[in-house]
């Protein structure tokens, strides 16, 4: 499970068993150890708020019991829990399995190319992959690396090469360069059809390559 993953399920217990006990808190009998300890990360975030001396005091009163530690969500971890589970996920097509799929990291910059490349969508006469959009609005950021992960068919791929290769024709090719050493996808106008698309003009295999990167 990822972090971000983590933290929603985190929430998602507190704000569950606070309805419940109907006072909106959440104590230590009723989380998990592992969880107290990742509440105190969410709570250095904002996103929770540990109930204070007279907090637990009136606890206690409501309980019957001494109370030494509660926690509830901020408006702030309110909100990042609606988001986070509003949030799209990714959904492979029909016939289509997890293993048609391969697990793709990109470092900021190509992932600021992509979005705007799948950012276009409708404005171009080559349109990026079906679910690349979906992809791209799912990722998620391995901070630790500064990676952004993605999980792309084949098509995608070659609809993400052929997204850099715009970028690369317009600014900067290291980042269209990058992608082809590391995945073996190039996008060359030359290998497209009369009739374009991003998959045909793209090619496995990291030659072709031309810029530095």
Not at 24 to 37: A, I, K, N, R, V
Not at 181 to 189: A, D, F, K, Q
């Amino acid at each position: 499970m990822r972090g971000w993953e983590r933290a929603l399920s985190v929430l998602e217990a507190l704000c569950e068993r606070g309805q419940a006990a109907g006072h909106g808190w959440t104590l230590e009998t009723e989380l998990l150890l592992s969880h107290q300890q990742q509440v105190n990360v969410l709570e250095s975030q904002g996103l929770v708020e540990l109930a204070g001396r007279e907090d637990r005091a009136e606890l206690s009163v409501v309980e019957g019991r001494p109370v030494r530690w509660a926690a509830r969500l901020t408006p702030y971890g309110h909100d990042t829990l609606v988001y986070g589970c509003s949030r799209p996920r990714a959904e492979p097509s029909s016939g289509e399995t997890a293993s048609d799929r391969q697990l793709v990291e990109l470092i900021p910059s190509q992932m600021v190319a992509l979005r705007v490349f799948v950012g276009l969508t409708g404005q171009l006469r080559v349109p990026s992959a079906d679910g690349l959009g979906e992809q791209v609005c799912t990722a998620s950021c391995d901070h630790g690396i500064k990676r952004w992960r993605l999980y792309l068919t084949p098509d995608q791929m070659e609809s993400v090469a052929y997204g850099l290769w715009l970028h690369r024709m317009t600014g900067s090719a290291a980042e269209a360069n990058r992608f082809g050493r590391e995945y073996g996808v190039v996008y060359s106008p030359a290998r497209a059809s009369d009739n374009p698309s991003a998959a045909g003009g793209a090619a496995r295999g990291g030659t072709g390559v031309s810029g530095r990167g």
